[in-house]
């Protein structure tokens, strides 16, 4: 896939979109079998990305899908409420007037109905989900996936003090 076609439908400044660049990831279904997956990224990030879900990959941790945000019309919360994986979004922290680091591509939320996001408004994203660290799929203090994501220096919803948003990493501009 294009970056062109991974960004179909959506305007974004030209500065961030030059920054962009599409990876391709591998990833293990909860089925069991062997996928890969389309993120849109920040150029600087873009080789860690395929080398983090690699290493996930070999942990063989469940993932339901990894499709860029064209695909749900850059509906996030349509994208959540379908346990989707993605990453670039130009879009405002849901219940901000703040843009979200997944607006500059540094930013990765990772099966969303598991791992749900409870934000600043007092919801819960997606609507319905509840979070339970006991089940495949999902992230927990110390665990597996957290720790290769901070091993390459990213940070983890799940260890914010206030909102809790268990299905997002994040690198944020230095």
Known sequence: MSLDEALTGIDVPPDIREALAVVTVPYYSFQGERKTGVLVVHKELATETVEIFTEIHTLRFPIEKI???????????????????????????????????????????????LNPYYGYDGKTYPEGAAYDPSLPGTFAKDGPVVNVFKKYGWNWGGEWTGVKDYQHFEKPLP
Not at 90 to 106: K, P
């Open 67 to 113: 499709e860029p945000l064209s695909s749900y019309g850059w509906d996030d919360i349509r994208s959540m409420a379908d346990n989707n994986t993605s990453a670039f979004n130009y879009r405002l922290i849901i219940a901000t007037n703040r843009l979200s680091n997944h607006s500059y591509g540094r930013a990765i939320d990772i099966n969303t109905r």
